[in-house]
């Protein structure tokens, strides 16, 4: 009857009505935090080092964000000491992607929750409070030529690989 009515589309409609769709269920979930971490071959007391490795990972995850034209406004550092203590320290910052922001933020937390000088076994940072958006500059602070230099620095990633250009603090870690 229906059909007879609508026409062919009084089916779909009738069955829409109905609950009846056979279209696969796409869950939407946007991203609401990127981060990474790295277990040592053996724990280890080199801060030197521990500051390299996270340095390179705050670099590869900003231009990550950079990339998926996202930007965060939460840095966590997590560290595991050699007994398996874990912790973790976590700051509000002005939204941004910005390596030149996000690698001292990041040290600083490091700095502050890194106070028993035991072995590290694993060390991490995290990015959350994730939005989409662009970089908003900052008038006094952002030069024409920093932006430039980080648009150049993507460019060279995106052709070439994310390891093709790095800063030289994050150099002897691969």
């Keep these: 009857m229906v059909e007879k009515v609508l026409g ?4 779909v409609i009738w069955k829409k009505a109905n609950g009846i769709d056979p279209t696969p269920v796409k869950p ?3 991203r609401k935090s990127i981060g990474s971490e790295t277990t040592f071959d053996s724990d280890t007391i080199d801060i030197g080092r521990i ?5 390179a990972k705050v670099e590869r995850l900003a231009f990550d964000l950079r ?5 965060t406004s939460c840095v966590t550092v997590k560290i595991r000491y050699s007994n ?4 973790t320290l976590q700051q509000h910052i002005p939204y941004t992607a910005f390596d030149h922001i ?6 600083e937390l490091f700095g502050r929750l890194y106070q028993r000088r035991m072995l590290i076994r694993l060390v991490g940072v995290k990015f959350s409070h994730l939005v989409g958006g662009v970089q908003q500059l900052d008038m006094f602070e952002d030069t024409p030529e920093m932006i430039n230099l980080y648009n150049a620095m993507d460019n060279i990633r995106k052709r070439f690989g994310k390891k093709a250009i790095r800063r030289a603090v994050g150099m002897s870690w691969p």
């Design 84 to 87: 398996f203590d874990t912790h």
């Design 67 to 71: 990339r998926q034209q996202m930007l």
């Design 8 to 11: 062919k589309n009084g089916i």
């Design 28 to 30: 939407y979930s946007e």
């Design 51 to 55: 500051r390299q490795v996270l340095s």
């Design 102 to 107: 996000l690698i001292p933020a990041t040290m």
